[in-house]
C-alpha cells in the first residue's frame, strides 16, 4: 500500500470538488489514512446535511474538535490494522452563526457597534446567506486549530457549491467595498453626498427598497467599516498560509464529463491565488473495480435478468473511461487516485477504514 | 451501527406535479436534474405547448441566452448580471437609466455580496416568464444552492418592508405557493444518504411554501435481481461497505435499493421510480418511462 506523499508534504490538505460525489465522506477517509501513518489529523466539515457525522457512526459533531483517537484505534485493531502511537484522529463541526458573532467580537472593541451590527436584520441574513460566510468561518477555524499547534494534518472539507472558492476573492472585494470612494457613499449623511449621479443611484434604490431598507444598510455598512481593518488582516493571514507550501488542495469529483468544465475552473482559480494542487480523486468508480472475467460474463448470458447489469455496468464504464480522460486533462494531468463506487452507505469508522485503505 | 429512518412527510404524487404550469425540478449534485428536466420539458413540447426549459448559469453557455432546440421547446440560461439589468430596465422603465444605475459600483458591489440578490434575481427571471410560455421546466443549482434561491425571496419580503422590490417578493412567493401555478419535483437516487437529504430537502421547502408539498422521483434504479439464499439482504449487516467485485456490486446494489424502498414505503413517502437509462439515450428513455407511467 503506498501512501500518497500529501499525506506527509502538507499540514492542511483542502479537499475541493464537485457536490454529490461523497467528498465529505471521502475526506474523512483521507484524514484517517493520514492518522494511520501515524499523523496528527483533524478533519474539518461545514455541512449542514451532517454526513461526516453520520459517515463516523455519530449523531453529530461538536463545533470544538472531538476526540476520536481510542475509537479508531479500536476499530482499526478489528481490521488487524495498528494505530501508531503518537497518532491522533479528531473531528468538528463549526457552528456557522456563533463562529461568525465570535469573529465579530474579536474584532471591535466598541460593543456599542457590535450590538447594533448583530441586531442588525440584514446582519442577520448575511451571517447566514453571505456567499462565503461558511468558507469564512471554516478558514477561522481553520486558522484556530493550526494556531494550537495540536495537529499536524488539517483537512478541511470545503462546502460543495460553486461560491466554495469566493473566499480567495473575499480581500479583493472587501477592498472595493472599503475603498474610501464606495464607503462614503453609504456612510455619508446623504446631505453631505454631493455627487449628482451618487445622490440620483442612492436615491432609485431608496425608492425602489423603502426606506427601511436604506436604513438598515447604511448603519450595516458603518458596522462593516468599523471591523474592516482587523478583517482584511485576518483574512491575510489566512491566505498566506493557504498560498504557502504548508497547503494542498486535493481535487474531489465523480467520474463523469459533465464534471470536467467545473474542475477546470477550480483549477484555474486555485492556481490564480497560488494554491498548489496535490492529486484528482475520482470518486465512486466502476474502474477500480477489476474488469469483468470471462467467467462471469458466460454466468451473465445464462441469466436474463444479470446480463441487464451487465450490459449497464458495462456501459458505465465504457462511460467512465471516457470521462476520466476529460478530467484528467481538465485538471492538468495531477496524479489520479480512482475511489470505488460503494456497494452500501458509510455508517461507522470500520466502514472509513476499508475506504481509506483503497485510497 | 445507524441507520436513519425518514419522519412522516407531505407529499404530492408526481403525476399531479407534472400537470402543473411551473415545474422546479431540484435534488442534490449528479442525480440526474438536467436529464429528467429536459425529458419533461420534451414531452410537453411534443405535445404542443410553449415550453421554456431553465438552466442556471450554465457556464458553457452564453449568460442569458435563448435557444430554440425543438418546435415549441426553448432553453434559457438564466444569469443573473443580465436578468438585473433586464429587471431594473423594467422597474425604471428607461434602459438607459438602467444601465447607468447596475453599472454603479455601489450597487455592483451590493448585487455580488448582498444576501440572496443574485437567488432572488435568476428566480425573478423566470417568475416573469412564466407568462410567455405554457410551461417552464426549471433544471435548479444542487441542493444548497437550489435551496438559497427560494430562501432568498423569503428573506427579502422580510428586508424591504415597503416598495416595489418588496411587492414583487411577496408576488413571487404567492406564485410559487399556489398548487395551481407552480410545483416542486425533487429527484433523488435509491441509496440510503441521498434519500435521507431529499427528505430534508423536501421539508425545508416545504417550511417556506407550506401548503405546496412536493412530489419525490427516485431517478436510475439498477436492474432488480433475485437474492441467492445465502445471501444477507439487510446492507447495514454486510461487513464492509465495498463490493466483491462488480458482479457482486450489481447483486449488493439491487439489494440495498429494494431495502431502502422499504423503509421509505414503511415510512409513508410517496414516489416514483425510474429505471437506469444506458448514457447516450437517456433523455429519451426517461420521456419514455414517464409517459409509460402515466406521469406525463
Known sequence: ?359 | MQTSTPQQTQCTPVAEILKRPVIFVSGKGGVGKTVVSQAIAQVFAQKGQRTLWVGFEDPTRKPGELLRIAKNLHYLNCEATTAFEEYMGLKLRIPGLAHLFTSNPVIKFLAKAGPGIHELVLLGKLWYERKNYDRIVADLPSTGYGLAMFQSIDNWAKMFQSGPLYKDAKAMIETFSSTREAGQLIVALPEEMPLQESLELGAYLQRIFPHNAPAYLINRRFPQLRAADSQETDPTRWSTPLAGNLLDFAQKRSLLEAHNSKIWNQAGVQYEDLDWELPGTAIQGVSAQLQKKGLL
Open chain 1, 1 to 359: 500500500m503506498t501512501v500518497p506523499p500529501q499525506f506527509f508534504k502538507r499540514d492542511v490538505i483542502i479537499t475541493c470538488g464537485t457536490g454529490g460525489v461523497g467528498k465529505t465522506t471521502l475526506s474523512a477517509a483521507m484524514g484517517i489514512r493520514a492518522a494511520l501513518e501515524g499523523r496528527r489529523v483533524c478533519v474539518i466539515t461545514i455541512d449542514p446535511a451532517k454526513r461526516l457525522a453520520t459517515s463516523l457512526g455519530m449523531k453529530e459533531l461538536g463545533s470544538e474538535p472531538q476526540d476520536l483517537t481510542e475509537r479508531l484505534r479500536a476499530s482499526a485493531s478489528a481490521q488487524g490494522l495498528a494505530l501508531p502511537e503518537k497518532a491522533s484522529f479528531h473531528a468538528l463541526m463549526p457552528d456557522t452563526r456563533s463562529t461568525f458573532e465570535e469573529f465579530f467580537r474579536r474584532l471591535t472593541s466598541s460593543s456599542v457597534v457590535l450590538d447594533q451590527l448583530i441586531k442588525n436584520p440584514l446582519f442577520q441574513i448575511f451571517a447566514r446567506e453571505f456567499s462565503g460566510t461558511n468558507e469564512y468561518m471554516a478558514l477561522q477555524q481553520l486558522m484556530k486549530l493550526y494556531d494550537s499547534g495540536q495537529f499536524d494534518c488539517i483537512v478541511l472539507d470545503t462546502p460543495p457549491s460553486r461560491n466554495t472558492l469566493d473566499f480567495l476573492d473575499a480581500p479583493k472585494l472587501l477592498n472595493q467595498l472599503f475603498d474610501a470612494n464606495i464607503i462614503q457613499w453609504l456612510i455619508r449623511p446623504a446631505n453631505k453626498i454631493a455627487e449628482a449621479t451618487v445622490k440620483k443611484a442612492l436615491g432609485l434604490l431608496e425608492k425602489l427598497t423603502g426606506a427601511t431598507f436604506m436604513h438598515h444598510m447604511l448603519e450595516f455598512a458603518r458596522g462593516l467599516f468599523e471591523i474592516r481593518t482587523g478583517f482584511s488582516k485576518q483574512l491575510n493571514r489566512v491566505i498566506e498560509l493557504l498560498s504557502s507550501d504548508k497547503t494542498g488542495v486535493v481535487l474531489v469529483t465523480g467520474a463523469h464529463a459533465d464534471f470536467a468544465e467545473e474542475l477546470a475552473h477550480f483549477r484555474r482559480h486555485l492556481l490564480s491565488h497560488g494554491l498548489k494542487l496535490d492529486a484528482l480523486f475520482v470518486n465512486r468508480t466502476l474502474g477500480a473495480y477489476p474488469e469483468l472475467s470471462s467467467e462471469n460474463l458466460t454466468e451473465a448470458k445464462m441469466n436474463p435478468e444479470l446480463s441487464r447489469s451487465v450490459e449497464l455496468i458495462q456501459s458505465l464504464r465504457t462511460r467512465e473511461t471516457q470521462a476520466l480522460s476529460r478530467l484528467k486533462h481538465a485538471t492538468g494531468d495531477l496524479p489520479t487516485t480512482l475511489m470505488p463506487e460503494l456497494a452500501r452507505d458509510i455508517h461507522s469508522i470500520e466502514d472509513l477504514i476499508y475506504v481509506a485503505r483503497q485510497i
